[in-house]
């Protein structure tokens, strides 16, 4: 029985199969065609969630996820088994690991070839990053949606929360929604001590479902601020382009904070500066958190992710990537909405 780890090729099918059987029955449907007991599943009504969780009982014996696959390309059109026969493929990746051993490292350098930028760009930074990041990091939380799930969201001054439309999307949501702070692991891995927070949508409550986002105000607690203990992060008009590093502070999962600092690099901006297209790793629970770049400047509001297609491109042609509201964008329509 081989297992299979939670990895991007992994990442895609989910996103894909939650794209293709969106709804709840559907994917229960799949899940009996594929002779896996149903009853070990706990199906959830959001799409993401649902196959993330239906993937992570599959993944423990990899033929559970092929059976998957193979009942889904029966019942798809071409250009979906295509997609679908790729993410097979992709599966062999996931199960093959390279030993380092196995490399030959005989062949002679000489001082030239030890002291060199070996990408496009340099990933030398100041040690300060690190100190930076971790005062960044105490403005974003966890939102707790109760039954409904969970998202992340940041303080952006005057104990404002921004988070995205689709986690908090009226006053009746953020009336009945948490927000914790320092809710993350210790250094020995144990569980910090949380600090939650009420949320006052009769105090202020802006959004967006076009732009996805919403902004709500905290309520203070025993008369203080969450922002005076927590902090916030500053917004200002910022110009990413391709190819620039990002970082993403989140509670993928709705699991404690989490920093994704591998691999991270922007691949496209539409020419209107509203979206931003990334390659940073997140997870349901994500949605809400800012997109920094390495000077810890927040360039985008992350909402969502999976097969994305570029403006003005092949519009046959996906690309699997991550994606945020433009800060830019955002910040213009904080100020429409009288939020200064």
């Not at 002779?35 to 993944?59: Q, T, V, Y």
């Not at 921004?162 to 250094?187: G, M, P, S």
């Not at 931003?276 to 629970?285: A, R």
């Amino acid at each position: 029985m081989a297992t299979l780890v939670w990895d991007n090729n992994l990442i895609n099918l989910r996103d894909l199969l939650a794209d293709l059987y969106w709804d709840r029955s559907e994917s229960r449907r799949i899940v009996q065609q594929a002779r896996l007991n149903a009853g070990l599943i706990a199906f959830n009504d959001s799409p993401i969630n649902n196959w993330h969780i239906i993937l992570d009982r599959a993944r423990q014996d990899a033929a559970c996820v092929d059976a998957i696959i193979d009942v889904a390309i029966g019942e798809q059109p071409r250009s979906k088994q295509e997609l679908l026969a790729r993410a097979k493929e992709h599966m062999l990746l996931n199960l093959r690991g390279v030993d380092i051993k196995d490399v030959n490292w005989k062949h002679p350098l000489d001082s030239v070839q030890l002291e060199q930028i070996t990408g496009k760009q340099s990933t030398l930074l100041e040690i300060s990053f690190l100190e930076q990041g971790l005062q960044r990091a105490k403005a974003v939380a966890r939102i707790d949606l109760g039954e409904c799930g969970s998202g992340s969201g940041f303080l952006i001054g005057d104990d404002l929360l921004l988070t995205n439309n689709h986690v908090l999307e009226d006053k009746t949501q953020a009336r009945a929604a948490k927000v914790q702070f320092n809710y993350q692991k210790t250094l020995r891995g144990l569980n910090a001590s949380y600090d939650e927070y009420d949320l006052d949508p009769d105090g202020l409550f802006k959004t967006s479902k076009d732009n996805d986002w919403t902004v709500v105000r905290v309520k203070p607690k025993q008369s203080k601020l969450a922002g005076e203990k927590w902090g916030s992060l500053r917004l200002s008009e910022q110009h990413p382009k391709a190819n620039d590093f990002t970082i993403i502070i989140q509670h993928p999962g709705g699991g404690p904070k989490q920093i994704a600092l591998y691999h991270n690099v922007i691949t496209f901006i539409d020419s209107a500066n509203r979206f931003v297209q990334y390659l940073t790793d997140t997870l349901p629970g994500s949605s809400g958190s800012p997109v920094f770049d390495t000077d810890w400047n927040v360039i985008a509001l992350h909402h969502s992710g999976g097969w994305l297609r570029e403006q003005g491109k092949d519009p046959g042609r996906e690309f699997y990537r991550n994606e945020g509201i433009h800060i830019n964008a955002v910040i213009l329509g904080l100020k429409d909405a009288g939020v200064t």
